[in-house]
């Protein structure tokens, strides 16, 4: 599904997303191992390699 969000709106999101992951990257600089990141499930065989 493709969206387009622009004008006012698509700036905040971005400006948001943006402060989001600038303090994440601030808080695992002060703390290293703070930040939880989820890990995948283990990945479905493709049928043509097996």
């Known amino acids: 599904m493709n969206v ?3 004008g006012r709106v698509g700036a ?6 943006c402060k989001l992951a ?6 695992e600089a002060r703390k290293p191992g703070a930040l939880f990141y989820v890990k995948g499930g283990p990945r479905p065989v493709d049928a043509a390699s097996a």
């Not at 905040?12 to 997303?17: D, G, N, S």
């Not at 600038?22 to 808080?27: L, P, Q």
Request: proline content about 0%; aromatic content about 6%.
């Open 4 to 6: 387009y969000i622009g």
């Open 22 to 27: 600038v303090s994440r990257i601030r808080r």
């Open 12 to 17: 905040v999101i971005k400006e948001v997303t």
